[in-house]
């Protein structure tokens, strides 16, 4: 079935810092990959997505590029801010090929960011 | 701003009772999704519905739960007999097909 797998964490960084979170998968046919970012005390939220292959997601700062070929959506940016400390999941959706489930969001494991002044 | 609301927020019950959580979801989505999730984990698909019917059950949906979408808008999920490990957020998350949009999440604690 379907999996997300994501670097180990926690990560802690300084302010002004390079991130870089990996995320790899394993899924049937060409699904859509997202980041999702929960900070403290609220719900999930859609930071940026990709559709398909070499598709570069970005928003706020922080991009994504699908790659295929490495089966990768690692998440980057190039100068972190503390408002940034949160927790960072990535995730699939099916794409509905060889009776895989469509729409339902598999996610890893998550990892939290904490960015210091 | 009416995004994705779930009541209540916070939930305790001993052990062996019933709970019911409700989520509405933005109001044109019809595709509304359950998940849950535990400390230190990502969220975990429970199931979906699509309009009022549910297509879609994951395994972790053991009997004791259920859910329904009776006309399409709001779901309710109702756990039974409730056990220690079903303490977990819960959360409700809807769309128009592409992108999920996730609720706060109900908190439900199993003494």
């Known amino acids: 079935g379907d999996s997300v797998t994501q670097m180990e964490g926690p990560v802690t960084l300084s302010e002004e810092a390079f991130l870089t979170i990996n995320c790899t998968y394993t899924a049937t046919g060409y699904p859509s990959l997202f980041w999702y970012v929960q900070y403290p005390g609220e719900g999930l939220q859609l930071l940026l997505k990709?559709?398909?292959?070499?598709d570069k997601g970005s928003n706020k700062g922080f991009e994504a590029t699908y790659r295929k070929e490495t089966t990768s959506f690692h998440l980057e940016k190039g100068s972190v801010q503390v408002s940034d400390s949160a927790v960072y999941f990535c995730?699939?959706?099916?794409?509905?090929?060889?009776?895989?489930?469509?729409?339902?969001?598999?996610f890893g494991q998550g990892t939290i960011l904490t960015v210091h002044p | 701003d009416t995004g994705v609301s779930q009541d209540p927020r916070h939930k305790i019950t001993k052990r062996g009772q019933n709970v019911t959580f409700r989520c509405d979801p933005i109001?044109?989505?019809?595709?509304l999704y359950w998940y849950r999730q535990t400390l230190g984990q990502g969220p975990e698909f429970l199931t979906y519905?699509?309009?009022?019917?549910?297509?879609?059950k994951s395994r972790l949906l053991s009997d004791r739960f259920s859910a329904e979408r009776p006309k399409g808008s709001f779901s309710t999920l109702e756990i039974q007999r409730t056990e220690q490990g079903d303490s977990a957020m819960y959360l409700c998350?809807?769309?128009?097909?592409?992108?999920?949009?996730f609720g706060p999440g109900t908190r439900l604690l199993v003494l």
């Open positions: 998350a809807s769309s128009l097909g592409g992108v999920q949009y």
């Open positions: 995730a699939l959706s099916g794409s509905g090929a060889g009776g895989t489930s469509y729409g339902k969001l598999t």
């Open positions: 519905f699509q309009n009022e019917a549910q297509l879609e």
């Open positions: 990709a559709t398909k292959a070499d």
């Open positions: 109001s044109e989505h019809n595709r």
